[in-house]
């Protein structure tokens, strides 16, 4: 038995089969073939295995997005079979005999840059969908595709590290951990895990080498060990040790059903951190009373191109519905920085968390903010939905994006489209500048969350990723408690409630110091809702 030590940043214990996840980069290169009717037949039997994902996709995915929005992976298993897009392919195969690769590669490229170029929108449209289904059948062909929709058996997944677009894609039953040799534990993907309830641990170092794949492991996401080929008596521990956790969440019951009230009956709104729409599950079995944080830059990720209004509208819709009236938060785009996209295009940067992210590309960009936004008012007619704006550090930016969202509401009415016009706009406070002019925003938001992830990383100039850093990041420093007292207090003084979407609300050492500040809620990840319950009810 090996045991390697990390730092564990979702709790819970897991055994099973570790796997690593790498990443598919398929680099194709012009290989002359002799054997055409071969490589023809290789080229036949990776479209069938491309057709039959599809199919299992279109299916997965019409629960989880609706029928309507799956019909895009229906559209790429029908575009294997057009003759437009297989015959230039089998053709060059046998006139110029290059491997199967080459072929998709190039007479894909032809293929989409002849629909790019089309004046009809949709026809445009369909040129990402042409790469989409290259990307696949290429990937097939070479060996590098990361399905993890293919096997059967749920899975320890070992990386490098992972990205949050890496981290979106994952089909949550295959994934019992995650384990990395590197990660933060503010990072998305440690936060990721938490909303999922998927035991994690990184940092473990290069001895988490990819020799280890396949390997039975057993871990610990509390203690941050992970046993490679663990014998019986720490398989035994474990279990006792998952028992008596299990006990204690049985203890916290006694808190579902109840609000959450301080002993002398003071009420703070309890809510829950989500990044999907599968995400509500956890929030329902959780008890929150809403969503007070709902990461919509996660639809964004692991994608090969935007997702459009009508999918985005089916999102939302879905969970303001499942949440049946309680108020859900949806805040906008927060792409940058460890989230990236590669169709957004965005530049390469310096310094990417002082760079083009949130707020700043939905004011640069305001096309995509308006198909945000209008997905967000549409749902807005089928349950609590409010909108808030990420990063904001100035009354201008606020009254700019709101001038947006306006527009966008003049245009729905036009259109006679329904949606809430009261919808409430709330801003994120996580730039130590919105802290500061707290009382200039207030008189024009309707809420404040704060953002303490990215407040702490820039007040104290330490960067959230950088795990080595860690001892220069003092969670509980003064500096942060007091911008977060000051934002209560201007809040308040201007009649508009304020929350804590950031770590820090489920942080229990702070519990009483935030309820005594007079914080109105505090969103958290699903599986602290009861224990913080409890806490509250403590003091
Ligand atoms: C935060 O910064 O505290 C926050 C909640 O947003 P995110 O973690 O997504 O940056
Ligand atoms: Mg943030």
Not at 272 to 280: H, K, P, Q, Y
Not at 331 to 342: E, H, N, V, Y
Not at 364 to 391: D, V
Not at 494 to 523: K, N, Q, Y
């Amino acid at each position: 038995m090996i045991t390697l030590q990390g730092k564990g940043v979702s709790t819970g214990i897991a055994v099973g089969r570790l796997t690593f996840f790498e990443r598919a980069t398929a680099v194709v290169e012009k290989k002359l073939i002799s054997d055409t009717v071969g490589e023809i037949q290789r080229l036949y039997a990776a479209k069938q295995t491309a057709s039959d994902q599809l199919d299992n996709l279109a299916n997965t995915m019409a629960e989880k997005i609706g029928k309507e929005n799956a019909l895009l992976f229906e559209i790429h298993r029908m575009m294997l079979d057009d003759s437009d897009y297989l015959d230039p392919i089998l053709k060059m195969i046998e006139e110029q005999r290059v491997c199967a690769e080459y072929a998709v590669l190039e007479c894909g490229k032809q293929l989409s840059k002849e629909f790019a170029e089309m004046d009809d929108v949709y026809m445009r449209e369909r040129a990402a969908d042409v790469d989409d289904v290259s990307k696949r059948l290429i990937a097939i062909l070479s060996g590098t595709q990361q399905d993890l929709s293919a096997g059967t058996e749920p899975v320890i997944l070992a990386s490098d590290d992972f990205s949050p677009s890496e981290t979106a894609q994952f089909d949550r039953s295959r994934v019992l951990a995650l384990v990395a040799q590197q990660g933060a534990a503010n990072s998305h993907t440690a936060i990721f895990a938490r909303t999922m309830g998927i035991p994690a641990i990184i940092g473990l170092g290069p001895s988490l080498a990819p020799g280890l794949g396949g390997k039975q492991v057993a871990l610990d996401g509390e203690t941050g060990v992970l046993y490679i080929d663990p014998d019986v008596k720490v398989l035994e521990g474990l279990e006792q040790k998952r028992q008596r956790l299990q006990e204690e969440r049985q203890a916290l019951e006694q808190f579902r059903g109840k609000p959450t009230l301080t002993k002398s009956g003071k009420k703070v709104k309890l809510y829950a951190n989500i990044g999907s729409v599968t995400d509500v599950e956890a929030v329902l079995a959780s008890d929150a009373e809403g969503i007070g944080l709902f990461r919509s830059e996660f639809l964004y990720l692991g994608r090969e191109d935007y997702p459009s209004e009508d999918i985005q509208y089916e999102s939302y819709r879905k969970v303001v519905e499942e949440m049946q009236g309680k108020q859900v938060i949806i805040r906008t785009l927060d792409i940058g920085a460890d989230k990236q996209a590669d169709y957004f295009h965005l530049p390469s940067e310096e310094n990417p968390a002082l760079g083009m992210r949130a707020i700043r590309i939905c004011l640069t960009r305001p096309e995509l903010f308006e198909t945000q936004l209008r997905a967000i008012y549409r749902a807005s007619a089928h349950g609590n939905a409010a909108i808030m704006f990420p990063m904001i550090s100035d009354v201008v930016e606020l009254r700019r994006a709101k001038r947006i969202a306006a527009y966008v509401r003049d245009a729905l009415k036009a259109e006679n489209i329904p949606f809430n016009p009261d919808t409430p706009i709330g801003i994120m406070i996580e730039t130590p500048a919105s802290a500061v002019i707290s009382d200039l925003l207030a008189q024009e938001a309707e809420f404040f969350s704060i953002g303490t992830n990215d407040l702490t990383q820039y007040t104290l100039a330490v960067d959230r990723q950088n795990e080595s850093i860690r001892e220069f990041c003092d969670t509980h420093h003064e500096a942060i408690l007091r911008l977060i007292r000051m934002t209560v207090e201007n809040a308040h003084k201007a009649g508009i409630w304020v929350g804590i979407c950031g770590m820090l609300g489920a942080d229990p050492e702070l519990t009483e110091t935030f309820v005594e500040m007079g914080l109105d809620e505090l969103s958290v990840e699903p599986s602290y809702i009861l224990s913080l319950r409890r806490r509250i009810a403590e003091i």
